[in-house]
């Protein structure tokens, strides 16, 4: 778990951005005549095109191994999201770059909880040794 300012501060900005911008690719494919399976379906596969190309550019500033899974995690999970809110609905694009924001967090957030309980675990499994 990385706790050096310049890669936190990378994380959040890599994260946000990635999440806004697949939430705005998504909201400009998908629209409410669309059933809402084959949006979250499509809104996957764009957040995915969307995250790889910007998580190999990102990763030479902030290391690939710690930015790979968030950003990739953020750009599917709001390419789920929102595509299935387009299919439900208008979107407009403040409001999906926004909410790709938030999810992009979100999934950052999930990723350092996660990371911090299994290191958590095996520094206990360690000290029973």
Same mark, same amino acid.
């Given at each position: 778990m990385e706790r050096r300012l310049y890669f936190l501060i990378g994380d959040l900005v890599s994260n946000t951005g990635v999440g806004a911008a697949a939430a705005l690719t998504v909201a400009l494919c998908v629209n409410e005549a669309w059933p809402m399976p084959l949006g979250m379906v499509v !809104? $996957? @596969?764009a957040g995915d095109v969307v995250a790889l190309p910007a998580a190999v550019g990102l990763s030479i500033l902030f290391g690939a191994m710690e930015l790979m =899974? #968030?950003?990739m995690l953020s !750009? $599917? @999970?709001t390419g789920m999201v929102v595509g $299935?809110? &387009? &299919?439900?609905? #208008?979107?407009?694009?403040a409001a999906a770059a926004a909410l790709g924001a938030a999810l992009g =967090? &979100? &999934?950052l957030a999930a990723t350092y909880g996660l990371n911090a309980y299994v290191l958590a675990?095996?520094?206990r499994e360690e000290a029973r040794r």
């Open positions: !809104g $996957m @596969l =899974l #968030p950003v !750009g $599917m @999970l $299935m809110r &387009a &299919a439900s609905g #208008p979107v407009s694009p =967090l &979100a &999934a675990k095996y520094r």
